[in-house]
């Protein structure tokens, strides 16, 4: 079974439109991390949020919106107002402890963004 | 300061050759790990390295090792190579042990096509 779900394989929207990825994730920890991570044409992951397991307050970044829920499982990723540079894809991942300290990181399958002029 | 960097950038291998790809983290980092990303899929997790040791590992055969040097740079080697193992791998360095409690920083990558 997958740990992150991201069901959403290709979305495409108008410039200045709102987008909304999904992610859903599997997890018998208590303790863990989402992440997400932007993937341009380029092919260099870009950092763009870290949440514990335990913070479930909704996060904003300028146009970038996070919702944790865990109740439903779920980390989406909203963008605000999408623009050309938003196109990229974008993972989910979520970092399970190990325990030697080190940590099992799992990536979503991705999101393929494509934002239209 | 310089971000993650990766050798080769690309590199071209026959079947049933052996491959090193190296890594050097952030200044300040001492933690290294390395993923596989196929084509349209999402990385996939391979190795975790913290002060020269191994702290975690993913579900890939013995034909992948890793190891960490003194200055925290590292190597990936593949032994014995598929044309499965056609992929782009990438590196990611931290400051601490565990790939969840810090941000990781991801390098460019290494495309590596077998042939």
């Known amino acids: 079974a997958q740990k992150v779900t991201q069901a959403q394989t290709e979305i495409s929207v108008v410039e200045k439109e709102d987008v909304t990825l999904d992610c859903v994730y599997e997890?018998?920890?208590?303790?863990?991390?989402l992440f997400w991570y932007k993937q341009p044409p380029s092919g260099e992951l870009v950092f763009l949020i870290r949440r514990n397991s335990f913070d479930e307050q909704n996060e904003i970044s300028g146009r970038y919106s996070w919702n944790f829920q865990k109740s439903t499982s779920s980390f989406n990723f909203t963008i605000t107002a999408s623009q050309v540079v938003d196109s990229a894809v974008y993972f989910c991942a979520l970092s399970e402890p190990l325990k030697n300290t080190g940590n099992q990181f799992y990536f979503g399958t991705g999101t393929s963004l494509t934002v239209i002029p | 300061d310089a971000g993650v960097t990766q050798s080769p950038t690309h590199l071209i291998k026959t079947r049933g050759q052996h491959v090193t790809l190296r890594c050097s983290p952030i200044?300040?980092?001492?933690?290294v790990s390395w993923y596989q990303q196929v084509l349209g899929q999402g990385p996939q997790f391979i190795f975790q390295?913290?002060?020269?040791?191994?702290?975690g590992r993913g579900n890939f055969p013995d034909r992948f090792s890793a190891r960490q040097f003194p200055n925290y740079s590292s190597e990936l080697n593949v032994n014995a190579l598929l044309l499965g193992d056609s992929a782009l791998y990438l590196c990611?360095?931290?400051?601490?042990?565990?790939?969840?409690?810090?941000?990781?920083?991801f390098g460019p990558g290494t495309r590596l096509t077998v042939t």
């Open positions: 997890t018998r920890d208590t303790t863990y991390y």
């Open positions: 990611a360095s931290h400051y601490g042990p565990g790939s969840g409690s810090y941000e990781q920083y």
């Open positions: 200044s300040g980092h001492k933690s």
């Open positions: 390295y913290y002060e020269k040791e191994e702290r």
